[in-house]
């Protein structure tokens, strides 16, 4: 899904109702130094974003290749000037 997630606020919800892949570059608009954005997936299925060395330009510096946030799942992220990307500070899956 080409979408991209805007920072306006500090917690996003994002609603998967079916499996998405956010293919967007950037998947999220740029930050602000040290802002912290968190990404929840609301919806009943898989929400999966990708690394900036998997996805050219998706402005995500993650633990891995891919996160799939998973139903009430979450990804936190830190915006950095000097790397001018997020990057992962954490990852939730709850059951």
Partial sequence: VNATILANAAVVQVS?????????????????DGQMLTIINTGSNNLTVQDQGTLASSNLRLGASTRVIAPRGSLRLM????IADWVEVGFTTVL
């Fill in 16 to 32: 998967a109702t079916s499996a998405l892949t956010l293919t967007s570059a950037p998947t999220i608009a740029n930050g602000t």
């Fill in 79 to 82: 915006y950095s000037q000097s």
